[in-house]
């Protein structure tokens, strides 16, 4: 984002077509095609992410790299490596880490999502998406083998939640 140019570019477009599938598609095809253990999930996870972490971070560089900050920094003759490592990085940290808070709630619903599918985690490993599908049928009877798994999926997310309006909190006071 900082350099511009074709790598740029051409970046950009590869994220587009990511983009452009949804995003369970995307896990279920990965899944199924490499298998489910818990380093195929993160490979799927990841691939999905980074193409909308890759936007976020490029429209942080692209305002912040017009801010008088970085014109002095040219001014004083500081390389590319040092205006984005000592200038436009510590400024980018608040929203960066909001947002990083808000996709591990994001994956955590994905992930219980891709359990209850049945791409989760294989049996003997703990998933709760696999629990409430395991004990889906018994809901009527049982509604608290159900309830656990959820509620411990919503409450992990909304902790997250939290987590990242507190952070946004704290980076607006700097």
Not at 17 to 38: D, E, K, Q, R, T
Not at 95 to 110: E, F, H, K, N, S
Not at 150 to 173: M, Q, T
């Amino acid at each position: 984002g900082y350099k511009g140019g074709w790598y740029d570019a051409v970046l950009s477009r590869i994220s587009d077509v990511i983009l452009s599938f949804p995003v369970i598609i995307l896990y279920m095809i990965i899944i199924a095609n490499f298998g489910a253990s818990a380093f195929n999930i993160i490979v799927a996870v990841t691939f999905t992410a980074a193409p909308q972490i890759m936007r976020i971070v490029r429209g942080l560089t692209l305002d912040l790299k017009n801010m008088e900050y970085v014109a002095a920094a040219k001014t004083r003759g500081e390389r590319a490596p040092y205006i984005m490592l000592v200038e436009i990085l510590p400024n980018a940290r608040g929203p960066l880490i909001v947002d990083a808070c808000l996709r591990m709630g994001y994956t955590t619903i994905a992930i219980g999502v891709l359990g209850f599918l049945g791409l989760g985690l294989p049996p003997p490993d703990p998933d709760w998406g696999g629990m409430v599908k395991d004990t889906y049928a018994m809901m009527a009877v049982f509604p608290h083998m159900s309830l656990f798994p959820a509620a411990a999926i919503s409450s992990l997310v909304i902790g997250f939640n939290l987590l990242a309006d507190g952070l946004r909190e704290i980076s607006l006071r700097d």
